[in-house]
């Protein structure tokens, strides 16, 4: 596994070092420390630089309140704390997850963004309704984030 130290994954996560140490302070992306005191290295694994931007992208539509509470419902219901392998769909009503690793995709609602409506499962939906939520969703390309395509573009050759 490739390792970044903070000045490079600055650069790569298109992100500040007080973004980075607040990630590390509320716990969301935690790096790896090597080497003794006074002089340790803090480094950056490849997919944590790729949640720092999935985080980054996120945060222009949500607070940083609400990311905690759908990373939290991710660790609950999902056995990881992460983004970066999520698709997830933005819209006017607010944030939903396409959950595709199970018998049929799902579709769960995640937040609004009044706040008001609780996370949780919406009616299931046949491939064809996900196909087509996902065609009303591509115009709005910056509003749907897919980190597999993201990781294909931003991959070193």
């Not at 819209?91 to 690793?101: E, K, T």
């Not at 996902?134 to 709005?140: I, L």
């Amino acid at each position: 596994m490739d390792w970044f130290p903070r000045r490079h994954a600055v650069v790569l996560a298109r992100s500040s070092p007080g973004r980075l140490a607040y990630l590390e302070k509320t716990g969301i992306v935690v790096p790896h420390r090597v080497g003794q005191p006074p002089r340790l290295d803090v480094l950056y694994s490849w997919d944590q630089i790729l949640e720092i931007r999935a985080i980054s992208r996120l945060r222009q539509h949500l607070s940083f309140q609400t990311m905690r509470k759908i990373l939290q419902y991710f660790d609950d219901h999902d056995g990881g704390c992460t983004l970066r392998d999520k698709h997830l769909i933005i819209n006017l009503h607010g944030v939903s997850w396409v959950r595709s690793g199970v018998a049929a995709p799902q579709i769960i609602h995640l937040v609004s963004h009044g706040g008001s409506s609780p996370m949780g499962l919406l009616p299931p939906l046949d491939a064809l309704d996900i196909e087509s939520a996902s065609a009303v969703a591509r115009p709005q390309a910056p509003k749907v984030v897919d980190i597999e395509q993201f990781r294909q573009k931003v991959r070193p050759r």
